[in-house]
């Protein structure tokens, strides 16, 4: 039988991480494939019923990354986003989602090796969590 | 029904060495919408932009994807492609099949299957695009010129004879910057202030510059074109209208033994002060923490002696504020000082020194008037040990990059040292000699053959006192790493050149990025290298990376170009990539219900209050409704809106749910056709 191989989705904002993962690839920096990013213009814009939606149609685990605290583009919307984060994350542990399949990290627009390691490490923690279809089971039977 | 047509370039090797592209595009013809699906060689180049434009007429298209590079590299490109053929620019989107896959994956069947999810989840985004319109913003041309160093000065210069309005503000008290303490520059060996004074005379008498001096920056708002800036004027203590600049306050001032910051701490200043003869503009200050007035009470000595009766103890900050249209950042840079190299002893000897202060020994103006006398007893040193990259490319210190500037000036500093003490002893320890640059690699051979320098390549190890001289043990990796002992009389560190203080600060403050060492990040390192990613924010000189001279003189004309370009316009368009909240006839049925999240959560207070009214007049509902002027397009509140009333063009609910369900339902076509 094949290793498992996780599917990650990586919501991240265009100005820090996204350009971020850009670097990495220009400095050629080896990944993971595993994970597929989607762009939004802030991690503020992210609603996390994306997360949930995500988990729904199959991903086995999810990165959130932004700029670093102060850095936002537009001010703040990362501290919007790590507010909610703080609660959402308490929502999913009360509703039985594993929050260790979902990393928020901060990676900057330099940070090219950070990207690179931040998702081989999301990678292989949920390589050893293993598939997730919990979630999925719920959502297709109409419990959600 | 859609009609999109998928576009996947090659790069040349870049993307197809890893990434099948032929099996992409076979793929992607198979997406429901697709009527339209080809690879090329090189998609951005004038044949490639053709295909699209030719697709576009040829097939109806209704949307375009193009997998290749980031949008942050060539979106701008082939959405102009696509605006020239017809098609509204916002319904061509891209996938980056490059930075995000082929460069960091190896070559195998996986990558190319990522590739193709890349492509599907743009075309599921593209077939719920909207055609959307720029937005028309006016221009205030005024620019704002952070810094008054040579590289603030030169773009200050080339913007105001542009015939454009510049505000330029500098924290210290004077223009200058560090130009202003260099004795001679290399490699032509001319005299620093000579090159500089008469341009800081041109920036206070320009009719388009108004100077702030001992000022800084309390916040930045707005976006491109409509910036409004807020200014604090520290209080100077003298009122800049009445003062003449005769210097009577600052001879009598009975606080004199205040290490000078203009002189790198050799030197003596008063409280009440100018850091130089030739400060632009030529009024003193008084230093607060320095002042027996501000200390003890009493004194007001300098009160008495003014003839213009200019001096303000009660004076307080002032907070100036302008509309500006566009900021240049040229905050220079500052070297690492003392207890950054204690195994060289920097801070337990003085006579260990580092390059800014061998500069103010070297110069005519300096503590020493220009001769080279060591700071502990004034002797004439008799040997010099010069160490360069003190810091710089060093791992251990955290400094891994290289301060550019140093290989030059400490040849120069050598050189000086061998015009003005004949016979005198001059060794250079360093890592590599890099002197790229004109006439740079025949300065340094200068240097060594007609000046006598010697340089000895290695590492010191540790700098320590013995009798009176001050012991250099290093190695000589030239000789097998045999090690070296020189005696001398004075030691100098090219000390590392690293971010100015604050410098995290002020960009947070701008919006700006940064990088880890905090020197402010272009928007590109090879095609942007004076944009910032913030628009209307250009960089200058070396608050960017370490620079010299002519490289930040250089950089400053060409941000002063792009700004004079962005003020040739009357109106810019903007990206209309703004919040909008559903309004729909009847009125009555938009699902906001006024709980003004949104309004809350907005950082550029866009969302207003609109009254639904009835034909009779009354009040239905207030709703929230964005100032598309004001929106920036962060789409914060969207993520807060309970009701879904409000959404962000361009990245809509719609749009991202769609390519998130696209990326996890991996249909047939992946498997290829």
Not at chain 2, 190 to 199: G, M
Not at chain 2, 492 to 521: C, I, P, R, W
Request: net charge neutral; aromatic share 8%.
């Amino acid at each position: 039988m094949p290793e498992f191989e996780p599917r990650i989705v990586a919501f991240v904002c265009n100005w820090c991480t996204y350009a971020g993962a850009d670097l990495t690839g220009t400095s050629r920096i080896k990944y993971s494939p595993n994970v597929e990013v989607i762009r939004f213009p802030c991690t503020g814009r992210i609603d996390f019923m994306l997360l949930l939606k995500a988990f729904a149609e199959g991903a086995d685990g999810i990165i959130v990354s932004g700029c670093h605290p102060n850095d936002c583009h537009y001010t703040s919307g990362n501290f919007h986003a790590r507010r909610r984060w703080i609660l959402f994350r308490g929502l999913l542990d009360f509703m039985g989602i594993d929050v260790r399949r979902v990393q928020f990290s901060w990676v900057s627009a330099a940070e090219g090796a950070k990207w690179a390691d931040v998702v081989n490490t999301t990678v292989e923690a949920v390589r050893k969590l293993g598939p997730y279809d919990n979630y999925r089971q719920i959502a297709r039977s109409g419990g959600v | 029904m859609s009609r999109i047509g998928v576009f996947i370039c090659h790069c040349g090797e870049n993307i197809g060495a890893t990434v099948d592209c032929e099996r992409v595009a076979r793929a992607c013809a198979g997406i429901p919408g697709v009527v339209h699906s080809v690879d090329y060689k090189y998609m951005c180049s004038d044949p490639g932009q053709n295909m699209i434009k030719d697709a576009i007429r040829d097939h109806n298209l209704t949307g375009v994807v193009v997998g290749a590079c980031s949008p942050r590299m060539h979106e701008p490109t082939f959405r102009r492609a696509c605006e020239e053929a017809g098609l509204n620019p916002f319904l061509c989107e891209m996938a980056n099949i490059r930075e995000h896959c082929s460069w960091v994956h190896e070559k195998s069947e996986v990558t190319t299957e990522k590739a193709i999810d890349l492509v599907r989840v743009i075309v599921e985004k593209v077939r719920r695009n909207k055609p959307l319109f720029p937005i028309k913003v006016p221009v205030t041309k005024t620019a704002l010129v952070l810094g008054g160093g040579i590289a603030g000065i030169q773009a200050a210069l080339d913007i105001a004879n542009a015939g454009h309005k510049v505000i330029m503000v500098e924290r210290s008290p004077s223009i200058g910057g560090h130009m202003s303490q260099l004795s001679e520059t290399f490699p032509t060996l001319d005299c620093s202030q000579c090159i500089l004074t008469p341009r800081m005379v041109e920036v206070a008498r320009h009719p388009n510059i108004t100077l702030h001096t001992y000022s800084e920056i309390e916040s930045l708002d707005g976006f491109i074109g409509n910036f409004k800036v807020k200014i604090r004027k520290k209080a100077r203590s003298v009122d800049e209208k009445l003062c003449t600049g005769c210097g009577l306050c600052t001879q009598k001032c009975p606080t004199k033994k205040i290490p000078s910051e203009f002189d790198a701490g050799l030197g003596m200043r008063s409280a009440i002060y100018v850091p130089f003869p030739q400060a632009v503009p030529n009024k003193p200050v008084i230093d607060r923490l320095h002042c027996t007035f501000f200390l003890k009470g009493k004194c007001r000595l300098c009160e008495k002696v003014c003839p213009t009766q200019a001096i303000r103890f009660d004076q307080e900050d002032t907070i100036v504020e302008a509309d500006i249209g566009a900021v240049v950042l040229a905050t220079g840079f500052d070297i690492k000082h003392a207890d950054f190299f204690p195994e060289y002893g920097y801070g337990a000897y003085k006579d260990v020194i580092d390059g800014l202060q061998f500069e103010r020994l070297a110069s005519a103006s300096g503590p020493t008037l220009g001769e080279i006398r060591r700071p502990s007893d004034g002797r004439k040193p008799e040997t010099v040990v010069f160490i360069a990259c003190a810091g710089s490319r060093d791992p251990a210190k955290g400094i891994e990059y290289c301060s550019k500037i140093c290989c030059m000036y400490t040849a120069k500093h050598a050189m000086l040292y061998r015009h003005k003490v004949h016979g005198g002893k001059a060794y250079i320890f360093y890592m590599d000699i890099r002197a790229g640059g004109k006439m740079y690699e025949e300065f340094v051979r200068r240097a060594i053959e007609e000046d006598g320098v010697r340089y000895v390549r290695g590492r010191v190890s540790r700098v320590y006192e013995r009798e009176g001289k001050l012991i250099v043990q290093g190695a000589d990796t030239l000789l097998g790493a045999q090690p070296v002992e020189i005696e001398a009389d004075m030691v100098v560190l090219a000390t590392a050149a690293v971010a100015n203080d604050g410098a995290e600060e002020l960009a947070q403050k701008m919006h700006v990025s940064y990088d880890a060492y905090k020197f402010f990040a272009e928007a590109h390192p090879k095609l942007k290298p004076v944009e910032t990613n913030t628009a209307g924010i250009f960089l200058a000189g070396a608050c960017q990376a370490p620079k010299d001279i002519p490289e930040s003189v250089a950089q400053a004309s060409g941000a002063a170009a792009k700004v004079s370009a962005l003020f040739s316009q009357d109106e810019l368009t903007r990206e209309p990539v703004i919040a909008v909240v559903n309004r729909c006839a009847p009125p009555l049925y938009s699902t906001c219900v006024g709980c003004f999240l949104c309004q809350a959560a907005c950082p550029y207070q866009a969302i207003e209050k609109e009254e639904i009214r009835a034909r009779d007049g009354n009040l239905i509902k207030t709703v929230a409704k964005v100032n598309p002027g004001l929106c920036q397009g962060c789409g914060t509140c969207v993520a807060v809106c309970r009701t879904k009333a409000i959404d962000l063009q361009g990245f809509s609910n719609e749009q991202v749910f769609a390519e998130v369900m696209a990326l996890l339902n991996r249909s047939e076509a992946n498997a290829g056709i």
